[in-house]
């Protein structure tokens, strides 16, 4: 689904990476060995764990974890069927708020029971390209689902292809309890599930854990499957050649930056596997004593096994959802690679997708379960 209503909820360690450039820098550099042990406390929080789902991944934690969702291919809200046409209310003030030269071109029962649509442009130039946005709003239980959809459309037949879309997605959500891990294949969502084998359409995903035990930690999930298919060739082949990966913009910055670029403590940087995924990281100790660590993957538009953007990343000493605001990290320079690696190593797709070779997956749908 091209959802262009996609709720972007602000996951601070996602973005604050950026802080790092502004950072008073610090000489020296070292290398910590790659195999770093657990403190007592880290082995006791993974004594006993879980995986929990998201998109069409799955991330196994500590059974004190705590999902965090940002922004989403389906958004999520808790709105009674009472309160429902206030809120589409207030969506359609929004829609003309923005533009006010939008129309609203239909404002109906949506395609399933309990369900509501809209189909609108979201201004005058939008007509004139025929650029129809669509939003679906599904009722389960005690939450709303909200699927968005914004298309080039052809007046009629293609329209039409688009409304059944909507009516196959209203049709496959249903409701999920937080802890329930799905063994069909399908998008992990915060409070619902959708049964999808197709593949077709944009997925996005961004989600962060929460560790009670060590509040000061964040670890964070990035994923979007179709990213950058509409560059141009020549930005398209620079990915495939892997010109734009982790290293590369690491080092871009550091000659645009020359000797005004950061010092840190380097603690591990290079070429890294996590499953089948053969991406780079960087771990770095900031001055301020923030670990900043940092996964990423170049992969291909349109690839369900490989998507074109899935990062990971973790800091350490953060408070009030602020890195760095913390008065210390939790973990020494060891302790937080030894976390990191752990749930690098637990990141995996829930259940088997097209493309994704054995040990890449949680659960084979194929196969009778164990």
Same mark, same amino acid.
């Given at each position: 689904? &091209? @959802?262009?209503? *996609?709720?972007y909820i #602000?996951?601070i360690? =996602?973005?604050? !990476?950026i802080?790092?450039?502004?950072? %008073? $820098? ?33 991330l ?39 533009? &006010? @030269?939008?129309? *609203?071109?239909?404002? #109906?029962?949506?395609? =399933?029971?309990? !369900?509501?649509q809209?189909?609108y442009? %979201? $201004? ?56 329930e891990?799905?063994?069909d ?27 009670? !035990?060590i509040?000061?930690?964040t ?33 871009s ?9 950061p ?76 976390l990191?690696?752990?749930?690098l ?22 196969q009778?379960?164990?």
């Amino acid at each position: 689904m &091209k @959802s262009i209503f *996609i709720k972007y909820i #602000l996951i601070i360690f =996602i973005f604050s !990476s950026i802080i790092a450039c502004t950072k %008073n $820098s610090i000489t020296k550099e070292e290398i910590v060995p790659e195999k770093a042990k657990f403190n007592g406390q880290l082995e006791r929080m993974f004594s006993k764990t879980k995986l929990l789902c998201f998109g069409r991944y799955a991330l196994k934690v500590p059974v004190e974890s705590k999902l965090i969702i940002g922004s989403n291919t389906i958004d999520v809200e808790k709105i009674t069927t009472k309160n429902l046409h206030s809120k589409i209310e207030k969506d359609i003030e929004e829609i003309f708020k923005k533009n &006010k @030269s939008a129309e *609203i071109t239909y404002n #109906l029962e949506g395609p =399933i029971k309990n !369900s509501w649509q809209l189909r609108y442009y %979201n $201004s005058i130039h939008a007509k004139e390209m025929k650029f129809l946005f669509f939003k679906t709003y599904i009722t389960k239980g005690d939450f709303t689902f909200i699927a968005g959809d914004a298309v080039d459309v052809d007046i009629g037949e293609r329209e039409e292809e688009i409304a059944r879309r909507q009516l196959l997605l209203a049709k496959n959500i249903r409701l999920r309890d937080t802890e329930e891990i799905p063994s069909d294949p399908g998008v992990c969502f915060e409070h619902g599930f959708l049964a999808e084998n197709l593949y077709k359409e944009q997925e996005i995903d961004n989600v962060g854990i929460h560790f009670p !035990s060590i509040p000061d930690i964040t670890f964070s999930v990035s994923s979007n499957k179709d990213a950058y298919s509409d560059h141009s060739s020549e930005e398209f082949e620079k990915r495939l050649r892997g010109e734009l990966s982790l290293l590369n913009r690491i080092q871009s910055a550091k000659d645009i930056q020359g000797a005004t670029y950061p010092k840190r403590n380097l603690l591990r940087e290079g070429k890294r596997d996590v499953q089948h995924w053969k991406g780079e990281e960087s771990l770095i100790l900031r001055p301020d004593g923030v670990h900043d660590f940092e996964w990423a993957l170049v992969g291909k538009p349109k690839d369900i096994a490989n998507p074109s953007v899935l990062e990971v990343k973790m800091y350490t000493k953060v408070a009030h959802n602020m890195v760095g605001a913390a008065e210390a990290a939790s973990l020494t320079d060891e302790e937080a690679i030894a976390l990191w690696d752990k749930l690098l190593s637990g990141l995996k797709f829930r259940v088997k997708v097209p493309g994704a070779p054995p040990g890449s997956y949680y659960i084979d749908p194929d196969q009778p379960a164990q």
